[in-house]
């Protein structure tokens, strides 16, 4: 199985930019979909972006289509997660999840019943 480790959280002003990283170890990378879901306070937990396990296929949620881009790197068993143009409302912990072997259909990359492992999170907070 594999695990993962998140970093690059921190405080940014609106408007800025942050790149967050999870690292993943323990298994082959290149078999794993991934994919970045956050929680807010008093929120429930929700997708943000999803790669493939190859890179082909990415999914973003609608709130952040356009601002956020996801990319992986499979010989540094890593998947990023750049965010230009925070918002407020972007104000979370971020987690990372793997999936192991799965399609590239939105269903599974999308939800988060679908991953089995996650990271332990990343706070990002966005000052207005």
């Known amino acids: 199985q594999v695990q993962l480790v998140e970093s690059g959280g921190g405080l940014v002003q609106t408007g800025g930019s942050l790149r967050l990283s999870c690292a993943a170890s323990?298994?082959?990378?290149?078999?794993?979909?991934m994919g970045w879901f956050r929680q807010a306070p008093g929120k429930e937990r929700e997708f943000v972006a999803a790669?493939?396990?190859?890179?082909?296929?990415?999914y973003y949620a609608d709130s952040v289509k356009g601002r956020f881009t996801i990319s992986r790197d499979n010989a540094k068993n890593t998947v990023y997660l750049q965010m230009n143009s925070l918002k407020p409302e972007d104000t979370a912990v971020y987690y990372c999840?793997?999936?192991?072997?799965?399609?590239?259909?939105?269903?599974?990359?999308?939800?988060?019943?679908?991953?089995?492992?996650w990271g332990q999170g990343t706070q990002v907070t966005v000052s207005s």
């Open positions: 999840a793997a999936q192991y072997w799965s399609s590239t259909a939105a269903d599974s990359l999308t939800r988060s019943y679908q991953y089995a492992y």
């Open positions: 323990g298994d082959t990378f290149s078999r794993y979909a």
């Open positions: 790669i493939s396990w190859g890179g082909g296929t990415t």
